[in-house]
Structures are given as C-alpha cells and as structure tokens.
C-alpha cells in the first residue's frame, strides 16, 4: 500500500472518530445535557457563544501556528488537551440542579478545550496540501463525512434508545470517557501521517516556506473576494449550532432533540455521498450554492407541534450545511497556494466562527422567527458570492 493510501485510511479513520467525539463537546447532545441538569436556554446561548468567542480569539493569537515545525505532528498533539478535558465534565453529570459555581466550571473546561479546537482549526486546512494530491481531497473528504456520518448516527440512536432507560446524565458520563478516547485514537492516527514531500522541504515547489506579510494575504483575491461569504456563512452557521435550543424554546422535549443528532448524521450521510459523486464532475462552487439553497427550509420549522415536519425539515437543513461544509475547503483548496493556506484559512475561520459567535450570541435575545428569516438570508447570499466570486470561476479549468 503506498503512502496516499496509507494517508487516506488514516485521515478517514480520524475523521470519524475526531467527528465523534466532538458531539459530545457542542451540539445537541451537550445542549440537551445541559438542559436536563437545570441550565436555562439563555445559558446554553451564552454557553454556545462563549465556547466560540475563545475559539476565534486563539484563532486570531495563534493564526501562523501551522507555519512552523513539523506540521503533521503539531496537529496530532493539540488534540491531547482537548481529549483530557473531556474528563473534566463528569462531575457535571453527578449535578442535578446545577448552580452558580457547576456554570462557571463548565465555561473554563469549554473554554479550554475551544482553545485546543482552534489550534486544531489552525492546521488542518493546511494538512491536504502534504498528505493528498488536490485533485483527491473532495472525495477524500467525502469517505469522511461519510463514515464520521454513519458513527454519529450510530451514537445518536444508541443515545435515544438508552436515555428511555437512563438518566441522561448516566448516559453523557460515559459518553464524556468514549470522547476522550476517542480524540485521544485521532490524534495517533493523525500522528503517523506521512508527507509526500521530502523532509527538507515545506512546500510542494520544493522551497522553503517563508513567512508572507499578513497585508499580502489579505490582498490575495481568495480572501477578499470571499470575505462577505466567508463572514455570512458563519452567521448563518451560528443558528445551526443552538437548533437543539430553539427546539426546547418551540415546546420539544428531549426526545426530539436527541433524535437530531441521529437525524443530522443520516443527513450528513447523504450530503457527503452526493458530494462525493459530484466533487470530481463539476466545481464545488456549485455544491455550495445548492446548499445554500436548502437553509429555506428552516422557516418551516417554526410550525409548532408536528415533530415529524421539525426533523423533516431538520435534515433538510443539514444537507444543505453538509454540501456547503464539504465543498469550501474543497473548492478553497485550488483557489489558495499553499504559501499562505495556514494564514489564510486561520482568518477564514476567524470570519467564520466570529460570525457563529455573533448568532449565538443574538440568539438568546431575539426572535426566533427573526433569528430564522436573518439565517436564511444571509446564507444565500454567502451562496451567491462562492457561485459568482471571479475567484472560484478563474480555478474552474482546473477541476
């Protein structure tokens, strides 16, 4: 077996389990966790938007971290913190009617672990440029949406079937202790990695890499022809993360909100099959204009009283975020040169995850029907920009 393949099978592997773990670090399962122990959903917002403004200011501190050293092995080890912190939650699971003083504890662990996140964030962007040839990444990527996909749904519907019998509190403990081995089993497998180039070299020119002017890569068309759909994207993106929360909001128990992750992991599937299909047809631009397409769904989630239209309308919305979540970083990957991918794509994510933080910050004070109306507008038009951006167009020879 040669190295790629080797590579492949490593990256797909880590994926699935890194993807796993992470569920039980943001999303609905911890949402739903936090609720049953006694936190308020006004405290799961501030929960969900302090979570990401620590990850877009170690982002914003640590944005040259995939510069230097061997970068492989950096982005194995920042996942060790993260993994152990995993640890730290289970006296939360022992709280019933968690105070004051178990909210602050649960803010300096999520805090933390954001911050191993970001370093991670930081990396990985630019990891594809050593590991896989560029025109394989999309359906690389694909697999591991695939497989991560099929995991998650897999500890989605264990979840539901077992929170019948105990206590979700019961349930997360052990979940918390599979997360941290879980990370703990990607960040070996990210470890043994091999790069396809020589190892006195950094760049696929065979040069070394030299530190480029942060005003340089601000001026490159990649970033400012895309910084309206960077930016959109996050705050549309923000509103998906605390759905489990709008749900409790609408008059949903538990029930439904654990059966969202099962439905976003089948959901995800899906996304990730078809992108796979497509990645090697046609440019990702049009995978990620699609996705855009189905944020109109969410409107009708507002309809009260009919879960089954709720989670309908749920995956819907998670098949589209799946195209476009695959298809960026895909379709980024022949638009930026690997000179400035680590910089670059640290600021993409800062764009990214600050406007997360923005709509979880709003989300606990507005509307929900506004909140939803602003979410689908502003993904079309992040949609809108990746499909037209002279950028995306001028690399569509090369796909």
Same mark, same amino acid.
């Given at each position: 077996m040669n190295i790629i393949s080797q590579n492949k099978i490593r990256a797909i592997l880590a994926y699935a389990l890194r993807t796993a773990a992470l569920l039980c670090a943001s999303g609905s399962l911890v949402q739903t966790f936090l609720s049953t122990i006694g936190f308020s959903e006004q405290y799961i917002?501030?929960?969900?938007?302090? %979570?990401?403004?620590?990850? /877009?200011?170690?982002?914003?501190?640590?944005?040259?971290?995939?510069?230097?050293?061997?970068l492989l092995r950096r982005t194995a080890l920042v996942q060790v913190p993260g993994a152990l912190l995993f640890l730290c939650y289970l006296p939360l699971c022992a709280q019933s009617d968690a105070g004051l003083p178990a909210y602050l504890w649960l803010l300096v662990i999520s805090i933390m672990q954001s911050v191993s996140t970001a370093l991670h964030t930081v990396c990985e962007y630019k990891v594809p440029y050593f590991i896989y040839r560029t025109e394989e990444y999309g359906s690389v990527m694909a697999i591991c949406g695939v497989v991560s996909s099929a995991v998650s749904f897999g500890v989605g519907a264990l979840m539901s079937a077992l929170s019948v019998r105990y206590s979700y509190s019961t349930l997360?403990?052990?979940?918390?202790?599979?997360?941290?081995?879980?990370?703990?089993?990607?960040? /070996?497998?990210?470890?043994?990695q091999k790069s396809l180039l020589p190892p006195d070299t950094e760049t696929p020119a065979?040069?070394?890499?030299?530190?480029?002017?942060?005003?340089?890569?601000?001026?490159?068309?990649?970033?400012?022809?895309?910084? /309206?759909?960077?930016?959109?994207?996050?705050?549309?993106?923000?509103?998906?993360?605390?759905?489990?929360?709008?749900?409790?909001?609408?008059? %949903?128990?538990?029930?439904?909100?654990?059966?969202?992750?099962? /439905?976003?992991?089948?959901?995800?599937?899906?996304?990730?099959?078809?992108?796979?299909?497509?990645?090697?047809?046609?440019?990702?631009?049009?995978?990620?204009?699609?996705?855009?397409?189905?944020?109109?769904?969410?409107?009708l989630m507002l309809l009260r009283g009919t879960p089954m239209l709720f989670l309908a309308m749920y995956a819907i919305l998670m098949f589209g975020r799946t195209l476009v979540d695959y298809a960026v970083p895909s379709a980024l990957l022949y638009a930026v040169p690997v000179e400035i991918a680590g910089t670059y794509n640290a600021w993409r994510m800062i764009l990214h995850n600050g406007g997360t933080m923005l709509a979880t910050t709003v989300a606990g004070f507005m509307p929900l029907p506004v909140l939803i109306i602003i979410t689908v507008v502003f993904q079309l038009i992040s949609g809108f920009n990746f499909l037209c951006a002279r950028v995306m167009r001028g690399k569509e020879e090369k796909v």
């Open positions: 917002y501030l929960h969900a938007s302090i %979570y990401q403004a620590a990850n /877009v200011l170690s982002i914003i501190l640590f944005a040259r971290f995939a510069d230097g050293g061997n997360m403990a052990f979940a918390f202790g599979i997360s941290c081995l879980f990370l703990l089993g990607a960040a /070996v497998l990210q470890y043994f065979g040069k070394k890499a030299e530190k480029i002017p942060l005003m340089a890569m601000f001026r490159h068309e990649a970033f400012s022809h895309l910084f /309206v759909g960077n930016i959109t994207r996050g705050i549309a993106n923000g509103t998906t993360t605390v759905l489990a929360a709008a749900a409790l909001t609408l008059g %949903y128990d538990e029930t439904l909100t654990t059966a969202m992750v099962s /439905v976003q992991s089948l959901a995800t599937l899906a996304g990730c099959a078809l992108f796979g299909v497509v990645s090697r047809r046609t440019h990702p631009r049009y995978a990620i204009f699609a996705g855009s397409l189905c944020f109109l769904s969410l409107p």
